[in-house]
């Protein structure tokens, strides 16, 4: 093997007649210093030409930089410094590496071509990444290697080339299942895109889209552009297709316009902006309809502005802003429940203070009420909030404070009761002091509070009003623990007993309006709280003791697999607050009962029952499992029955069953199934498949919603082909994605599975 290197600053090419030898050349090879942009070639034999020209034969090799070229036959002019190659060629760069016949490359400016090429560009981390999105779930973020072939590729640049007749695909070199084609190409090795135009994506030989220009990343960094379009249909709206604009603005700021059409109702245009900076983000979305065919309403829109800021000295402050054109707006235009069932829609501003003792928030709030006046809110113009806590070594103080005026939404002026009209200001003042001894036994917490409430207002006999509730609370507990051994294992076994206490007098509240306070529902939580409404314009009378016991069992690693719990409340005096309010007035509260269960870390089940014991019946129970033994396969069961089970009269009984289960042969289903026991009614089902290509995932989706705001049930039927790398082509992937992790909470979608689990359900 023979080796030159050649600099240049001084042209030792020119020595190379009067080396006589292999070992002469490779002795004044090793005693030449390689500088930085000097140019090595290799190969069997070597030999000159016109003293300007070298010639590599067999197995050469050239190298200069990062850039290494392979091929049967290399010839290099020093002067022009161009690569001309003969035979089979390889070209092995920092980013791509290509393959071809008969190369001319210019070094200098880095200009040339090369014919009947195929390439593979080189993605930075190909290792796996796993983040927790927004619903809790952990997916996998992966790159993926694009490869393709051309009939000619130009160097234009150091960054850039040309394509021409090319194909481009992420599958792997023996697969040939997607490609997208185009007559003109070009790649820019620095910003890792490319550009393409008059380009057909081909699956399975078969062209299933054709777009003039296309514009999309080798690894996913933004670029403005068409996104890829997306199509579904819904019995409401018909055939709905989708085509995006993408706006990269800023690296923190983007915008996206869709241009929708719903073959029922007609066009329409959706804008989304979208700004993230240090101290403050936020995100504006504007939909408009200028006629729906459909329903034969004008100008219907939408209108969301979002928006959160950090100021310094610990205040901050946000807005959020929702409104519609129209009460039918989303029963009419969207899809998924949990938007069809809005009421009202939120138009708030605040800003807050959070220092180490003091805190304060100051609110006005607003709603947009899409049903009629007996679920519309009061409005608060405004609220403010000043709380304050300070430990001391031996006790806390503690202070909450607030004001409020309340008005009505005039929309709803002539249907409202006398009631209901009331308006005016509300102050609240609750300051406390409590004192805690804790040891590692056990704890008592005694507490002492007043609440404070003054009223002036609007439209009521009562003008003013002041009214005072002291409130004593006692909080107590214990912890015991031993081991013990079960199934030869050893686990830690705690017994955890508690007490709490409270008294408050009965104050006659009757008269007082009520802006914003409800009966809490009484449950684990609720057992433990001093006042058993939400708000402030009622506080209940009590003389009551909560007692509970938990047990757990922990395993060596401090892991709880088992726990129970039971709880009641003892009532010594009658409660006088309630009224009609309580439907029973028992000598005790119902007895709750709880409890969950760990197993093999991948099996979880929980339980909750509510018992009365005065009429011994079951009033409420809730029953729920998990199975998740690894990514992409999962099974929820749960049943929840509100009411009295012994004559057989719930308020409500849901079962609902979802999950996601490999069916082997890359096959995947995806399921939920919500059934009103009560009613004989089935309230949704979601059923769906995904087949895993290796480098595309099909998916469809079927989902039927029964909703609260029609008599006929919406049906909504999802498509999408993922090409990976690439995009996807039918329905939203976005939202796709929400709507089933709304649905079946912890699925995974085919491309979030670790490959290993993934590889696992290919036979």
Known sequence: MFRKTISPLWLVFFLLPQLSSAEDLATQNQSTEISEGSIEIEGDSLETLLDRKMKAKGNAILKKGNKTIKAEVIEYDEVSEK??????????????????????????????????????FKSGDKQEKSFINKYGVVVTKRSYDFRGDAKTIFFEGENKKRLQSSRITTCEADSDDWYLKSSNMEVNTKTDRVNASNAVVEFKGLPILYTPYIDFSLNKNRKSGFLASTFGTTTKSGFDLQIPYYFNISPNMDATLRARYLGKRGPQADGEFRYLEENYSGKNQIQFMKHDEHSGKDNRYLVGLEHQHKFNNRWSASYNYQKVSDDTYFSDLATMIQVTSVVN????????????????????????????ASNSPYQRLPQLDLSGRKDFESYILDFRSQWTYFDRDEKFTSTYTDAQKVTGSRLSLTPSISVPFTETYGYIKPKLSANVRSYNLNNSSIGNKNIYTPIVSVDSGMYFDRTVNLLNQNFTNTLEPRLFYVYIPYKDQSALPNFDTGLADLNMQTLFSENQYNGVDRINDANQLTASITSKFLDKNGKQRLSGIVAQRYYFEDRKIFGADLAARKANSDIFMGGTASLANSLNLDAMFQYDPTSSTLLRSTLSSRYNPEPGKLLNLSYRRIGNVSNNNADLEVLNAAGQWPLGNRFYSIARYNYDLKTSQTIEVLGGVEYDGGCWVARTVFDRISLPTSPQPNYTFFVQLELNGLGTIGSDAKKLNNFLYRNVPGVRTVNQIPDVNRQANFN
Not at 95 to 120: H, V, W, Y
């Open 83 to 120: 690569i001309i190659t003969t035979g089979n060629t390889n070209i092995d760069l920092e980013s791509m590496s290509l393959r071809g016949s008969n190369l001319s490359l210019k070094l200098s400016d880095e200009t040339g071509q090369i014919d009947d090429a195929s390439f593979n």
């Open 345 to 372: 829609l939120p138009q708030r501003a605040k800003i807050d203070y959070a220092g180490d003792t003091w805190r304060f928030n100051a609110l006005t709030e607003k709603y947009q009420t899409l049903t009629n």
